[in-house]
């Protein structure tokens, strides 16, 4: 669980917006180019929301997962980002148990990734009542879709088709 970057594999990646109430979660095609909306888990002190992302991975069988990082504008680690990583951590001890083997579990500096979700449903005609319902999936997506296009492969002129 940790921020040391392998070379790129080809698989699904799962992304996860955790907050203190919901945690959204997003995933992308095998070949890492678009990340689309899965669902929001309700946060639960039971192991409920773990058990659920637990059964998240077991359907998609993503090689990692990438959980927002949120920093402080001046880049440090406050309340929330000791959260998400408390959370990585039980995640973590909840799929070593369960997926064989366990993804690899990440992090993304998650800053502004909500209002980019949020700007990208007005975009698309979601009044701000609604955006409740589907915000920490929109910003999961943010999340995963920056991560995806900071590493994933470019190809080569050798490499595309013409």
């Known amino acids: ?82 959260m998400a990583e408390a959370f990585a951590r039980r995640l973590a001890g909840a799929l070593g148990a369960t997926a064989t083997p366990p993804p690899r579990v990440c992090f993304f500096d998650e800053r502004f990734t909500t209002v980019t979700a949020q700007r990208a449903l007005r975009d698309n005609g979601v009044r701000a009542k609604e955006q409740r319902a589907v915000i920490d999936q929109a910003a999961a997506v943010a999340i995963l879709q920056g991560w995806l296009d900071e590493r994933r492969p470019v190809p080569g002129p050798e490499e595309v088709d013409e």
Request: some cysteine; proline content about 6%.
């Open 1 to 82: 669980m940790g921020d040391a970057e392998p070379a790129w594999e080809r698989g699904r990646r799962l992304a996860l917006d955790v907050g203190r109430a919901r945690i959204g979660v997003a995933v992308c095609d095998p070949d890492g180019i678009l990340a689309t909306p899965v669902e929001t888990v309700r946060a639960a002190k039971d192991g409920s929301d773990l058990r659920r992302i637990a059964q998240l991975v077991a359907d998609y069988e993503p090689v990692e997962i990438v959980i927002g990082m949120p920093r402080t504008l001046k880049g440090e680690r406050g309340s929330s980002a000791k």
